[in-house]
């Protein structure tokens, strides 16, 4: 193992970082207003496949050249997502369904509904054809210029990993300084006090439910169009699950939220690219593709005690389920 293999491990683990992140981004919204949103996996598969086949109908069939034809894509496969957000958001809020029922539905569903749209799009139910339009890349200035084998790390990056680091700013800002964000934030605290003072607590709610689709399908997108190339069955590999493990460690901060779907992006690149390494390479190859869930086990075996969830996440509210 040399200096340039670990920097390519962890230029993975910022791809990577970026399915966890944005996913993770997802389920914030959606918690922080009281929904409890486990169907994040299922919302990374509608967009993986939508985003897949967006990119390459306004590249291909609109003849829009890049970026545009891969930034649409991304943008299509974050609208189909927020639509089937919204089942979620209908079951949850306006018929009072148990949250995590309806998340475990969305999931289900997710997986024979990817299947049927493949078909429809592509001609095959498990994947498209391989080569799909992507972003170009990019190098990020001076650091893909270390020596050593450290640029490397920084070069051949999608803009997207750029965009996605950067949405912690806005995000914290929306939640702790706009009226929005704050009220947002009420509603998933004490959705009665919330409608004592005129807020609509149904309506931030699914605002809220909306967005963690948006963010969770723009993911997915990202993964089957920029990651991959083409969309496959299966190709999530639950990472909307360890999305929603980094989104309860970080206790619900999005500024914390960056380290942990850094540290799960990281072990994800391990298998990938770090199978040869010291100690790591004595172990069988299923383990070694073990890796990532185990640290997320791990992890939240360990600090999942210490954390503080919104408190009337996943509690049903009788306020009623009008907009």
Partial sequence: ???????????????????????????????????????????????????????RYFTDTLEMGQPWGPLLGLLFGAFCGMLFAGVHAVATISFRVDHIVSGVVINLVAVGLARFL??????????????????????????????????????????????????????????????????????????????????????YRYQGVLLSGAFAGASGAFLASEVIGNWREGQTLNLGFIALAALILSNWNPIRLMFFAWLFGFAVAIPLRLNDAPVINLLPPQFIRMIPYVVTIVAIAGFVGKVRPPAAAGKAYEGGGSL
Wanted: charged fraction near 15%; charge should be negative.
């Fill in 1 to 55: 193992m040399t200096l340039t293999d670990v920097a390519v491990a962890v230029q993975i683990s910022f791809t990577y970082f970026t399915i966890i992140y944005l996913t993770g981004l997802g389920g914030l919204f959606s918690e922080r207003s009281g929904i409890v949103n486990i169907g994040l996996e299922g919302l990374m598969i509608i967009g993986a496949v939508t985003g897949a086949f967006g990119a």
């Fill in 118 to 203: 493949s078909q429809a799009f592509f001609g095959q139910a498990t994947q498209s054809d391989p080569g799909g339009p992507h972003l170009p890349d990019l190098d990020i200035p001076l650091l893909s210029s270390l020596p050593g084998g450290l640029d490397r790390a920084f070069e051949g990056l999608s803009p997207f990993v750029v965009v996605a680091a950067l949405m912690v700013i806005p995000v914290w800002y929306t939640l702790n300084r706009l009226r929005w964000g704050l009220r947002l934030r009420s509603c998933g605290e004490n959705p009665e006090a919330a409608r004592s003072l005129g807020i609509r607590v149904s309506l």
